[in-house]
């Protein structure tokens, strides 16, 4: 087999082509052993902030158990579901995994309760969002290469990590959906005038892929980990008829099974399930819309990656069940509030002295305007780990919150 046909296997084609990348920033050489894509999931793979993700919380914070999901052990299931589904389907696996890869770079520490609390300090300032702060990494925050600041990812792939959940503008640039009251993320404004990304577009099938796999990974492992945690029992699970028919199969195939196993056996049957399902609705989609190229299926006008209606519906009741059993779950409540507290403490903290942030952090911001002076803050926090971000707390405060 030549190198040519190994990079470069036969693909559908509304897969999108390595070859046929509309490039990146800083014009570079091709590899001769490693497509486009490959070099940025493997950019992804060496960056420092995705080491980062080893110890930033999922759901649990670190110390609360070695079993648990971090930010990375999602990361990488998802990674793997993505790959699954686009070798099936005939698109591009590495782009499908770099977006994968890449999707939680920009969550702070403490999951969505650091970015909502980030978000609030950072109100009037252009807010923040661990969306545009993934793009914010790989494009600014990454210090790696002599030539560039970030890590000069193809247009395919920072296309994806911005548009994975579907277009974020109308064609005349208008903010829709979640950005349509509080306005686009100033990372992602400031990267327009130097990159047009076509927000108003879908993204690419592969894109579009990590996406879904980012849902299918999230239920399964939170069912898990809620299940292992002592959230909720197993027989809480039959309130959702989808997971009442997975607990039946398993119970009549294996009568008895200790609950350890028991787990296993309805998580692995629900990531079956859920990737079966998509695999089959994104093929009828795509069949219905016969693409002939990856323009086509961003011009669609609609997801071409998708689940069927029951089987979104069933989705939609498992997170109906998640929330109040275990997002929202008394214990995993108090710890969500104290950590806020950490995020807001560390940001006043560092916004009313910058000199008290690590390193080159705080360079040029002395008597700086709020503006300039309160975004490399946000940045500072973003990139802390759990543990890194208690270690400051307790360095600057008589009293830092356990989180347990």
């Not at 579009?208 to 945690?229: E, P, T």
């Not at 990656?305 to 997170?319: D, G, L, N, Q, V």
Request: include cysteine; charge should be negative; aromatic fraction near 8%.
């Amino acid at each position: 087999m030549s190198a040519q046909s190994y990079l470069y296997p036969p693909r559908a084609p509304y897969a999108v082509d390595p070859r046929e990348s509309r490039g990146r920033v800083h014009p570079e050489a091709p590899s001769p052993t490693r497509t486009a894509f490959q070099r940025d999931r493997d950019r992804i793979l060496h960056a420092a902030a995705f080491r980062r993700l080893k110890h930033k919380t999922q759901v649990f914070v670190y110390h609360e158990g070695d079993h648990f999901r971090t930010r990375l052990t999602h990361t990488l299931e998802v990674a793997q579901v993505a790959r699954s589904i686009a070798r099936v389907l005939g698109l591009d696996e590495d782009l499908a995994e770099t977006v994968a890869l890449a999707h939680d770079l920009g969550h702070p520490p403490f999951g969505h309760d650091g970015e909502q609390a980030l978000d609030e300090c950072m109100a009037g300032y252009g807010g923040f969002d661990h969306n545009a702060q993934s793009l914010r990494v790989v494009t600014r925050l990454e210090h790696r290469y002599a030539a560039y600041d970030g890590l000069n990812l193809t247009w395919e792939a920072l296309e994806g990590l911005v548009k994975h959940n579907g277009p974020l503008t109308d064609r005349a640039g208008v903010p829709i959906g979640r950005y349509a009251e509080i306005g686009l993320p100033a990372a992602l404004r400031e990267h327009a005038a130097a990159q047009d990304l076509e927000l108003w577009s879908y993204a690419s099938a592969e894109a579009q892929v990590a996406a879904l796999a980012d849902d299918i990974a999230y239920d399964a492992h939170d069912i898990d980990d809620g299940l292992r945690a002592g959230l909720f029992d197993l027989a809480d699970l039959r309130a959702v008829p989808f997971l009442a028919g997975l607990w039946n199969e398993v119970d009549a195939a294996w009568r008895g099974l200790e609950q350890a196993r028991m787990i296993h056996e309805i998580v692995r049957r629900v990531i079956t399930r859920f990737v079966e399902d998509a695999i089959e609705e994104s093929t009828r989609r795509l069949e219905a819309l016969a693409p002939t190229s990856p323009e086509e299926v961003r011009l669609a006008g609609a997801a071409v990656i998708a689940f069927s209606a029951p089987m979104a519906a069933s989705e939609r009741e498992i997170k109906g069940f998640l929330f109040p059993h275990m997002y929202r779950h008394p214990r995993v409540a108090r710890i969500k509030a104290d950590a806020r507290q950490v995020v807001r403490d560390l940001f006043g903290r560092y916004a009313a002295d910058p000199a008290l942030m690590a390193e080159h952090w705080s360079e040029g911001l002395e008597g700086a305007a709020d503006g300039r002076r309160l975004r490399p803050v946000a940045d500072f926090i973003a990139g802390m780990t759990d543990r890194y971000a208690l270690e400051e707390h307790r360095r600057l405060f008589d009293a830092t919150p356990e989180l347990r």
